[in-house]
């Protein structure tokens, strides 16, 4: 079992910054990619951007340029985050973590709340 805690995000002006954390502990052995997806009002969940195992990363053409993910391996924990710069009004969402795990399991955090207006 993994858990998966987020933190971060608030209230942001457009062309400002934020960056998202999320913690996976637990049974991390297996683990075998980590991500950031977000949901608007009235709009499907997205992927934003993910990490694999190996390290290569994935990115949202909307985001490509001013997101960046990265991860910290420790021994019993993975941390992931996810920088954001110039944000706009359009990246407003509720953003979840992802966690992949060998065989088949999917965790989900309990989103976190990123607005950008002025």
């Known amino acids: 079992q993994v858990q998966v805690q987020e933190s971060g995000g608030g209230l942001e002006q457009p062309g400002g910054s934020l960056r998202l954390s999320c913690a996976a502990s637990g049974t991390i052995f297996g683990i075998n990619a980590m991500g950031w997806y977000r949901q608007a009002p009235g709009k499907k969940r997205e992927l934003v951007a993910t990490?694999?195992?190996?390290?290569?990363?994935?990115?949202a053409d909307s985001v490509k340029g001013r997101f960046t993910i990265s991860r910290i391996i420790a021994v019993n924990t993975v941390t992931l985050y996810l920088q954001m710069n110039s944000l706009r009004p359009e990246d407003t969402a509720v953003y979840y973590c992802?966690?992949?795990?060998?065989?088949?399991?999917?965790?989900w955090g309990q989103g976190t709340q990123v607005t950008v207006s002025s």
């Open positions: 990490v694999a195992t190996g390290g290569n990363t994935n990115y």
């Open positions: 992802h966690v992949g795990q060998s065989p088949g399991r999917d965790y």
